[in-house]
């Protein structure tokens, strides 16, 4: 009997350490890829009816895998409001999109986050062989730069077309070639 209990609480134990392993090393952390911003001088616009118009017209490209939820950001500390933004999701890219009245005009930014593994930011820790090791298991590959800047160019035409239809509707100037243009980070080096 006493074997049985002994052999129950390194079971209990293994699955514990496993469960907090799993939790550490699956947690995703966020990487920054691209932003962009631009202030509508003058201009009004509902952020629901925004976020709604950028839904519809990014779904209707027909992407394997896309999907959309809307999260809440703080604005400044713990106990400060939030700003609610529409996140695009797609494999391990996510777009958060903000539209919002500010001032006089309308304010519009978009993120493009990727997500890496608390497993491969540690791995990189390991003196001397981390980022060897970093890169043989989880290699930046073509595939996926340029998924990243697949999604992030088609995530942006949407935001940028959603924009010249407003304006084009409101009688409001349109953007020029150098305003649409994002910043890029590189995410991609080790």
Known sequence: MFSIIYLLQNILFILIIIG????????????YHSNWSTLIDGFKYS??????????????????????????????????????????MWKEY??????SPFGTGFFISWWLLTKDSLANRLIK???F?????????????????DTASMFMTYANATVQKIIKDIMNEKGVRALTELEKQPVLNNIFKR
């Open 125 to 127: 820790r390991i003196p």
């Open 94 to 99: 996510e777009y958060d999109i903000c539209a």
């Open 47 to 88: 952020s629901e009816d925004f976020y709604d118009k950028v839904k519809k017209e990014l779904l209707s490209k027909e992407i394997q895998g896309i999907s959309t939820t809307y999260i809440y950001r703080n604005i400044g500390g713990l106990t400060s409001g939030q700003r609610k933004y529409l996140r695009v």
């Open 129 to 145: 062989v981390g980022n060897f090791l970093a890169d043989k298991l989880y290699p930046k590959t073509y595939y996926k730069i």
């Open 20 to 31: 907090v392993l799993r939790l550490i090393f699956g947690k995703a952390i966020r990487e």
